[in-house]
């Protein structure tokens, strides 16, 4: 007969356990796995997660995804609702109630896919990509509430954005991926877009345009997932490059532009063949935040989850190719 040798390594792999970790005794006694460290990549194991966006608020990260919910094997996307989690240390995160679904916006029918919350004079608004239920294609609602978990309403009653308002794309789904900006001077910024980016000005009360649709012509291998942040004097517009995705992004000193490409942010992310970032400060130190498809066994570009690494500029402001990790980061301090 002869031995298997995984089963004759089994017993002595316990031992090991039992005496390294005796708080983990009883699982292993149990024959149960070992409970992965919290700071791990991904972030979220209980859920698949989405298109992450992060929120900087009185020494608070909440972090907003979308919620990958196709059943296993099914290659598409389902998404019904954001999810919404918080942390003061970027490693150990608190679920609370989804903030909102798509049926909280009356005039859209499917697909809650990604979003950005923004905070301003004491409200939280929550720009969300949706699929209209009169308007053929995507569009972009706005949501309020009055704290950054919710729950939200819909702050218009209408789309802020339709696909008819940008025909220059030929395609219905080019105004997904909104990301909002607030510059030093109180104006806020709305992007998009999905082979085209583009911007506009928001009105002071955050759910009207405030002029002309504009767009970015100098992004090469522009496909999605603008995001804008700002730090050591220069405007950073990353997004999701060619496909699969990767992240590429621009510098300019004025969030309007002009836009100068600067190349690649990251990598593919695992086997996702999306890529989504949120780039924030915490603490005094940078992070990226994104998605991969690494979770055992269902996990792939329809079942994505959420992770966080490091993020370094450069001397001259440049940003320095993330390092995709499965240990995550540290506590924050």
């Known amino acids: 007969m002869k031995t298997n040798p995984r089963s004759a390594f089994r017993p002595l792999l316990t031992g090991l356990l039992l005496a390294a970790a005796p708080t983990l005794a009883p699982q292993v006694a149990r024959g149960q796995a070992a409970p992965v460290p919290v700071a791990a990549n991904p972030i979220i194991k209980d859920k698949y997660t989405a298109d992450p966006a992060a929120l900087v608020y009185n020494g608070t990260v909440y972090l907003y995804a979308g919620h990958d919910e196709a059943p296993a094997r099914q290659e598409r996307y389902v998404m019904n609702e954001w999810l919404c989690y918080s942390s003061t240390d970027m490693v150990s995160w608190q679920e609370h109630p989804s903030p909102l679904s798509v049926k909280a916006f009356a005039w859209a029918k499917a697909d809650a896919w990604a979003s950005q919350v923004i905070e301003r004079n004491g409200k939280f608004y ?3 990509a ?58 806020a910024y709305l992007y998009w877009g999905n082979t085209i980016c583009y911007w506009a000005k928001l009105k002071p009360n955050m759910t009207e345009l405030d002029g002309p649709i504009n767009q970015i012509t100098t992004l090469p291998g522009f496909t999605e997932a603008p995001w804008l942040h700002k730090a050591n004097g220069w405007y950073y517009l990353s997004y999701a490059y060619q496909f699969p995705e990767k992240i590429a992004y621009a510098m300019s000193r004025s969030p309007e532009g002009p836009w100068e490409f600067k190349g690649l942010l990251n990598e593919v992310a695992g086997n996702s063949n999306t890529n989504h970032q949120s780039i924030i400060e915490f603490k005094g130190r940078p992070y990226f935040i994104y998605h991969n498809g690494s979770i055992p066994t269902d996990g792939g570009s329809f079942r994505r989850s959420v992770c966080i690494d490091y993020l ?22």
């Open 130 to 187: 949706v699929e209209h239920g009169t308007i053929p294609g995507k569009s972009i609602g706005v949501a309020v509430a009055d704290s950054p978990t919710g729950p939200f309403k819909d702050a218009r009653g209408s789309a802020l954005i339709t696909n008819d308002m940008t025909t220059q794309a030929k395609i219905s789904w080019d105004d997904i991926d909104p990301t909002v900006f607030i510059d030093g001077k109180g104006q």
């Open 312 to 333: 370094y500029y450069n001397k001259d402001g440049t940003m320095k190719r993330v390092q995709m990790t499965t240990e995550g980061v540290k506590p924050a301090k």
């Open 126 to 128: 929550l720009y969300a």
